[in-house]
């Protein structure tokens, strides 16, 4: 259990009776903005939330929590601006956390290493007043060509706050416990687990939906990582090497995520000195948004880095999707490479009219 090393806080601050102004430690200002307005019933342009930079997210930042509600209703209630911090503690069950989890998983293969089935049972936690699915076996769907597959997921209310989408949610916790279950298959086989996964790589088609992949290296990546950590002189056997009390060894496992992106846009301001401002809500979670904003506009114009600014992390920008999902870059590259075109043609209508 882990949360970000800079904690949850928010700094409200009431500008008139029905305009405020929020510091908020979160992954997607609109949708704080959007929340707010609705709680309150005012518009949503009467509303500016700022998060430019983030110590880390880990998905702690997607939802809007209790906390920031309470700093808001406070600073209504005295008037004047209220600045709320979570202590470290509090971090651990007040913004979400990754639920706990209960697998159980059936893996069949023939003697050529080749999978005929799984069966992935799971189970995670949740609180008694929301329910909220990790999505554990959606990964049993994703990675290896299995000819019969079963996956069924649940959930066990708890007295507990309500967990959230943490670093990988749901297909980091299923792929530990498959590619366990792969390795003792390995090892049942007297197969190489590198070996046995490359014989079941789903390469061509997406094994839920049947789509062909636009790309699909996990066997490159396999081959290199092997290559690199010299796996051909790896001891077949587990418990051959020991320093002193320590069993040493090493193993391999595969991961996979979903490529995603969403609605987004961008602005671009040009000062007469050839200066550009590239504009966009997104916040910065510590992944480099605004230096990879930076090198697109670079790119696309030509323009010394040293003249390209960013503003990013403020409502009262052009609109974006929150930072999360590893969706940030793929969502708001495409706005900016769109916003740096209409520059250039609207320079060009200028210059035609000299």
Request: glycine share 10%; hydrophobic share 40%.
């Amino acid at each position: 259990v882990h949360n970000p090393m800079e904690m949850h806080a928010t700094i409200a601050e009431w500008t008139a009776d029905d305009k405020l102004k929020l510091f908020d430690k979160n992954q997607g200002v609109n949708n704080v903005q959007r929340t707010f307005a609705k709680l309150f019933n005012i518009p949503v342009e009467n509303i500016e939330v700022i998060s430019e930079f983030v110590g880390g997210g880990f998905g702690s930042g997607l939802r809007v929590w209790p906390h920031a509600l309470a700093c808001i209703m406070a600073a209504k209630q005295v008037k004047r601006p209220v600045k709320l911090m979570l202590t470290r503690p509090q971090m651990f069950h007040s913004v979400g956390y990754r639920p706990a989890s209960w697998q159980k998983i059936k893996l069949a293969a023939n003697a050529d290493g080749k999978f005929i089935g799984i069966h992935h049972q799971a189970k995670n936690g949740t609180s008694v007043y929301e329910n909220f699915n990790e999505g554990i076996t959606r990964v049993t769907r994703l990675i290896y060509n299995f000819d019969n597959l079963k996956a069924e997921a649940a959930t066990v209310p708890l007295n507990l706050s309500t967990p959230t989408w943490m670093r990988g949610p749901g297909d980091c916790t299923g792929d530990f416990a498959i590619e366990s279950a792969i390795d003792e298959l390995s090892y049942k086989l007297n197969i190489d687990p590198v070996a046995l996964r490359m014989k079941n790589l789903a390469l061509e088609k997406n094994p839920e939906t049947g789509l062909p992949w636009s790309t699909n290296y996990i066997n490159e990546c396999i081959e290199k990582g092997a290559k690199m950590m010299n796996w051909q002189e790896r001891k077949a056997a587990h418990s051959q090497t020991v320093e002193g009390d320590w069993n040493i060894g090493y193993g391999m496992a595969v991961g996979a995520w979903n490529a995603g992106r969403g609605n987004a846009s961008a602005g671009i301001q040009m000062q007469k000195d050839g200066t550009i401002t590239v504009q966009t809500a997104m916040t910065d979670i510590g992944t480099g948004t605004g230096i990879s904003m930076q090198n697109i506009a670079h790119e696309s114009t030509g323009i010394s880095k040293s003249k390209i600014k960013i503003e990013l992390g403020n409502s009262n920008l052009p609109p974006a999707p929150s930072q999360g999902g590893s969706n940030g870059l793929s969502s708001i590259g495409g706005a900016v490479v769109a916003a740096v075109n209409a520059l250039k043609l609207k320079i060009a209508e200028h210059a035609a009219l000299q």
